[in-house]
C-alpha cells in the first residue's frame, strides 16, 4: 500500500520561506517520478513542480520558476520542495504525488498525499 506523507507547510509572511517534505512507502521509490501540487480555496489543483527518478530532471510551473527548488533523496524515499520569496498568491493546500515516470506524474499521478496548508500572508 502506498502512502505519500507531507509536512513542513506553516504560516510565513510575503518574501519568507518554506520547505516542504513528503515522506513515500509502499513502492521502490527510486522507481517513482515525484511532484508537488497546489489546490488553493475556489481553484483547480494544478501542477508545481516535478523531478525525474534519479533527480537529474527537474520542471516547474512557470508561476514558481526560480522561487522555487524540489529535490528527492532516495535513501530516505522523501522528496523536497524548498519554497523561496513566497508571495500571498502561493497560499494553498500543496499535494505531494507520486507516478510511474515523470511524464506521468506531471500528467496523472498514481498517488496523492493527505496535503499540507501553505499561507502566505501580505
Known amino acids: 500500500q502506498v502512502q505519500l506523507v507531507e509536512s513542513g507547510g506553516g504560516l510565513v509572511q510575503a518574501g519568507g520561506s518554506l520547505s516542504l517534505f513528503c515522506v513515500a512507502s509502499g513502492r521502490t521509490f527510486s522507481t517513482t517520478g515525484m511532484g508537488w501540487f497546489r489546490q488553493a480555496p475556489g481553484k483547480e489543483r494544478e501542477f508545481v513542480a516535478a523531478i525525474s527518478r534519479s533527480g537529474g530532471s527537474t520542471y516547474y510551473a512557470d508561476s514558481v520558476k526560480g522561487r522555487f527548488t524540489i529535490a528527492r533523496d532516495n535513501a530516505k524515499n522523501t522528496v523536497y520542495l524548498q519554497m523561496n520569496r513566497l508571495k500571498p498568491e502561493d497560499t494553498a493546500v500543496y499535494y505531494c504525488?507520486?507516478?510511474?515516470?515523470?511524464?506521468?506524474?506531471?500528467?496523472?499521478?498514481?498517488?496523492w498525499g493527505q496535503g499540507t496548508q501553505v499561507t502566505v500572508s501580505s
Open positions: 504525488a507520486q507516478g510511474r515516470t515523470t511524464t506521468q506524474v506531471m500528467s496523472v499521478p498514481d498517488y
